[in-house]
């Protein structure tokens, strides 16, 4: 791995970035109605009002040139104001990301070192009860709605029983390690099983297709055990289609789960996604559109790299 690979990968970004914003501004821009709707229908805010809201926030140009001042702006760092809460953009965003960071990142890690054991049990101990069991709870995992699965978990836990709290990410008064360990209990188990359930099955067929590769049979023929052969001649090989997926999955660390934050009030970029769509909040809503194609582009970037850790043979020149 050279490092004028990285830097051409860093250069090949920025040109990448701007045609993503100059499609995502237009796709925002292209729906009806505006940022302004919500107080247009406000009796006590005048016409007269609504023309000088228009022209604080640029609204009443071209979108072309919004589009070049909005660009312009972002990348120097400047990412304007709310038009919702009238806060800079770039706090609102930053104020959020330890919310999520936290709750994104607990579950993939999760996800992380459970998927992994459960692919290759379900690998080495194929067609049996076993490998069954993993596969049918993968196909719930995949095909249950997300929303549906937290509803139903929320009922359970938080109202019927009581156990966990139904939503938020601490009691007001409390704070400690503790409650928002239980707070993040349910969130974290339902991002994290729909994450085990699909790279699970990557896992699975990888190492299913590695475990029948030639030198696997060679190492079996020539005694070596079947721990060592499976953690030291295929898990590594198997690794490399699963860290696409997982890579890439990884960019919703920083872009936020939108419909768990939703049901589980949970504040962090997610919720604030929504909110923004809401209220038609276009500096927020680019701001966070731009901040998960960046962390997509990145964790591509990252997974390339991961191959060659892997692998030796896979090299960049």
């Given at each position: 791995?050279?490092?004028s690979y990285?830097?051409k990968?860093?250069?090949?970004m920025i040109?990448l970035?701007?045609?993503v914003s100059?499609?995502?501004?237009g796709?925002?821009?292209l729906a009806?109605g505006?940022?302004?709707?919500?107080?247009?229908?406000?009796p006590s805010?005048?016409?007269?009002a609504?023309?000088q809201?228009?022209?604080a926030f640029?609204?009443?140009q071209?979108?072309p040139v919004?589009?070049?001042?909005?660009v312009?702006?972002f990348f120097?760092?400047?990412?304007g104001?709310?038009?919702?809460t009238?806060?800079?953009?770039?706090?609102e965003?930053l104020?959020?990301?330890?919310a999520?960071?936290?709750l994104?990142?607990?579950?993939?890690?999760?996800?992380l070192?459970?998927a992994?054991?459960?692919?290759?049990?379900?690998?080495?101990r194929r067609?049996?009860?076993?490998?069954?069991?993993i596969?049918?709870?993968?196909?719930?995992?995949i095909?249950?709605?997300?929303f549906?699965l937290?509803?139903?978990l929320?009922?359970?836990?938080?109202?019927q029983?009581?156990?966990l709290?139904?939503?938020?990410?601490?009691?007001?008064?409390?704070?400690?390690?503790?409650?928002?360990?239980r707070h993040?209990?349910l969130p974290?188990f339902?991002?994290?099983f729909?994450?085990?359930?699909g790279?699970?099955?990557y896992?699975?067929?990888?190492?299913?297709?590695?475990?029948n590769?030639?030198?696997i049979?060679?190492?079996r023929a020539?005694?070596v055990s079947?721990?060592?052969?499976t953690?030291?001649?295929?898990?590594?090989?198997a690794?490399?289609?699963v860290?696409t997926?997982?890579?890439l999955?990884?960019a919703?660390?920083?872009?936020?789960?939108?419909?768990?934050?939703?049901i589980?009030?949970?504040?962090?970029?997610?919720?604030?996604f929504i909110?923004s769509?809401n209220?038609?909040?276009?500096?927020v809503l680019?701001?966070l559109?731009?901040v998960?194609?960046?962390?997509?582009?990145?964790?591509?970037?990252v997974?390339?790299?991961a191959?060659s850790?892997?692998?030796?043979?896979?090299?960049?020149?």
């Amino acid at each position: 791995m050279s490092l004028s690979y990285i830097f051409k990968r860093l250069l090949g970004m920025i040109p990448l970035l701007l045609g993503v914003s100059l499609i995502l501004f237009g796709v925002l821009h292209l729906a009806p109605g505006g940022p302004l709707d919500v107080y247009a229908d406000n009796p006590s805010v005048t016409q007269e009002a609504l023309e000088q809201m228009k022209r604080a926030f640029g609204l009443d140009q071209p979108l072309p040139v919004q589009y070049f001042r909005w660009v312009t702006a972002f990348f120097q760092g400047e990412w304007g104001f709310s038009i919702r809460t009238a806060q800079p953009v770039m706090e609102e965003v930053l104020s959020r990301v330890p919310a999520t960071l936290m709750l994104s990142g607990s579950a993939f890690f999760l996800a992380l070192i459970v998927a992994l054991p459960l692919g290759i049990l379900s690998a080495t101990r194929r067609y049996t009860g076993v490998d069954y069991f993993i596969t049918l709870m993968s196909f719930l995992g995949i095909s249950m709605p997300v929303f549906w699965l937290a509803l139903m978990l929320q009922l359970l836990f938080a109202v019927q029983w009581r156990l966990l709290p139904s939503a938020g990410m601490q009691t007001i008064g409390d704070g400690s390690l503790l409650d928002i360990l239980r707070h993040l209990a349910l969130p974290v188990f339902i991002l994290a099983f729909a994450s085990v359930a699909g790279w699970s099955r990557y896992m699975r067929s990888s190492m299913v297709e590695i475990l029948n590769q030639d030198y696997i049979r060679t190492a079996r023929a020539k005694g070596v055990s079947a721990r060592r052969v499976t953690y030291s001649h295929a898990f590594r090989n198997a690794l490399i289609p699963v860290v696409t997926v997982v890579a890439l999955d990884s960019a919703a660390i920083l872009s936020g789960a939108v419909i768990t934050e939703t049901i589980f009030a949970w504040p962090g970029l997610g919720r604030l996604f929504i909110d923004s769509m809401n209220g038609r909040d276009y500096p927020v809503l680019m701001a966070l559109l731009m901040v998960g194609s960046f962390a997509l582009v990145v964790s591509n970037l990252v997974a390339d790299l991961a191959y060659s850790l892997i692998d030796p043979r896979i090299r960049y020149d």
